[in-house]
């Protein structure tokens, strides 16, 4: 996409700070999806997915291998173009929008732990991020602790459990610490909502107790969905769910019900493999 078209999509499209919100309304929807599908030729994975996710909302998308859950991350994103339906952030239509447009419109995802830079301390690489995203970001005057951006740092180091190993080199970190660092690294830049693609692939089961502490550490006005094979630690940390099949809704329905749902149990658990 040209550059012109680029900007212009992202001026169009004001941050949701910005979104003015009437009290007495219906809870603001941060993410709709109406009828969203991603065919790959014959194949389709996401087959007319429609679900909305509140501002603040703790959300969870459930599904076997290959029910479409990445791809409709990819889709909301922008990483991939859907053939169907229309993607809506606060009530915007955002189904074309570029990534980067996405990003400053607060929507994040967490990424692999090679975007961080291995020879800084955890506590610099959020320090860069936080400038990156600030005013006066080209600054390379040293800044007091007081600076807001040091406080930015403080706040996200404490919410995801590193504020005592802060001047660890990113090089030196436990898979379940860098993990933590990623989800830090999303936390950057006042995000609205952010999307958890299997954040406890890998992790030990002491890592995963911790990974249900940053999540609860997630602050209330910033949503998350989660996709998450462990049902252990997505019904959880969740307010709701949507269970995926085949490219398509299965259902959508509070944690508790989740766990009884005897199709649920019958697709989702007999088919899982974490
Ligand atoms: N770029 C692509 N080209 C062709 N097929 C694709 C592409 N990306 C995904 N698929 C297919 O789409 C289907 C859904 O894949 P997706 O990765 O979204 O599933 P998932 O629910 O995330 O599965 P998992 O739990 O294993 O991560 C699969 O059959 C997959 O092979
Ligand atoms: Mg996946």
Request: with cysteine.
């Amino acid at each position: 996409m040209p550059t012109s078209a680029y900007l212009a999509g992202a001026a169009g499209a004001a941050h949701p700070s910005q979104v003015r919100t009437d009290s007495s309304s219906e809870p603001l929807v941060a993410l709709a999806l109406e009828n969203v599908s991603m065919a790959f030729g014959a194949l389709r994975a996401v087959d007319g997915v429609s679900l909305s996710v509140r501002a603040g909302q703790k959300y969870a998308v459930l599904g076997s291998n290959g029910a479409g859950k990445t791809t409709l991350f990819n889709a909301i994103t922008g990483d991939i173009l859907p053939t169907g339906g229309c993607i809506r952030w606060f009530g915007q239509d955002m189904t074309r929008l570029a990534p980067q447009a996405r990003i400053r419109m607060g929507l994040r995802r967490t990424y692999q732990s090679s975007l961080l830079f291995k020879e800084l301390s955890i506590r610099d690489n959020l320090f860069l991020a936080v400038r990156g995203v600030s005013a006066g970001r080209f600054s390379v005057l040293r800044t007091r602790s007081t600076h807001p951006s040091h406080l930015a740092v403080d706040d996200i180091l404490e919410r995801v459990r590193l504020d005592g190993i802060q001047n660890e080199l990113v090089g030196n970190l436990a898979h379940g610490q860098q993990r933590q660092l990623e989800i830090g690294m999303a936390l950057v830049g006042q995000p609205r909502l952010i999307l958890f693609d299997e954040p406890a692939a890998g992790l030990s089961p002491v890592e995963r107790r911790e990974l249900v502490l940053m999540l609860k550490n997630v602050p209330a006005d910033v949503g998350y969905v989660l996709i998450e094979h462990d049902l252990d630690i997505a019904l959880k940390v969740v307010e709701r769910v949507t269970v995926m099949h085949n490219g398509r809704v299965l259902t959508t329905a509070a944690p508790q019900e989740i766990e009884h749902n005897a199709e649920v149990q019958a697709i989702y658990m007999g088919g899982r493999h974490s």
